[in-house]
């Protein structure tokens, strides 16, 4: 965790702004939301709550969300190994999965749900 809070602070605040601006734009996950209308269009629940609820088939629910964020996740991966050899000169596998985690997944959860929803909202009203 010390790897962690060294990020914040000296030489890797400037390398951690260039990573999170290379993983985490916003229309990289805009653009991977055709699924979420899907969703709604179909009439099916928000992605997280199906795999939490078992609403749907998981297997088939979690392929249609690696295949929208995969190559998301893999970069954000790529990415904090680079800034770790860079900075820290040695890979810790775990920050590097748990940071790709939450730059890529995380955000993908949240907006994918909420498209979700304001697609449902909007074809109700409309």
Known sequence: MDAVRERYGGQGQRA????????????RHFSRFGP????????????????????APREATLKSGWKSVGRVFILAVVLDV?????????????????????????????????????????RVRG
């Open 36 to 55: 979420a209308s899907a969703d709604a269009r179909e009439g099916r629940p928000p992605f997280f709550w199906s795999l939490v609820s078992g609403s």
């Open 16 to 27: 951690d702004a260039i990573q999170t601006r290379a993983s985490n734009r916003p229309w």
């Open 82 to 122: 680079v800034y770790q050899l860079y900075v820290l000169h040695f890979v810790y596998p775990l920050q590097a999965f748990a940071v790709a985690v939450i730059l890529a997944i995380v955000p993908y959860l949240i907006l994918r749900g909420l498209v979700t929803r304001l697609a449902r909202t909007n």
